[in-house]
């Protein structure tokens, strides 16, 4: 089942953004995301996905991040992900018992879905759904 509301994915190290490279600049990107049809960058029509910096996506991505929208790149094992609530996804994962590799697709779904939103791994938690079941 798609959930729209995947905002995040989690990735082992960031891609450089494709503007700052089209501007002999090298950052790192924070999005992968569709730029908007109706802007221009540099003389060129925009209108497929990039990977950007947090200012090129201000300035030339769709919002809002979402499934078939973008997402926001997370740096496993960054500040952005806590402890304690990766900890809550491995519990969970344990509760279904199908001893998923770490890099597993749905190990990494669990835990997008958790910094998405702190609250649906209580939920599923609470009512025994488990990450294919979401």
Not at 29 to 45: F, I, M, N, P, V
Not at 86 to 104: H, I, M, W
Request: charged residues 30%; aromatic residues 6%.
């Amino acid at each position: 089942m798609s959930d729209p509301e995947v905002k995040t994915v989690i990735v082992a190290e960031l891609p450089d953004c494709y503007f700052c490279e089209q501007e002999g600049r090298k950052e790192p990107a924070e999005y992968d995301a569709q730029t908007d049809s109706l802007k221009t960058h540099r003389g060129a029509r925009l209108g497929s996905w990039a990977f950007m910096c947090e200012s090129h996506y201000q300035s030339l991505g769709v919002k809002p991040l979402g499934l078939g929208m973008g997402q926001k790149l997370v740096l496993r094992g960054s500040a952005k992900q806590p402890d304690a609530l990766l900890s809550r996804a491995d519990e969970l994962c344990n509760r279904c018992g199908k001893g998923c590799p770490e890099d597993s697709f749905n190990k990494e779904t669990v835990r997008m879905r958790i910094l998405d939103n702190r609250m649906k791994i209580e939920v599923m938690l609470a009512t025994g759904l488990y990450c294919e079941e979401i």
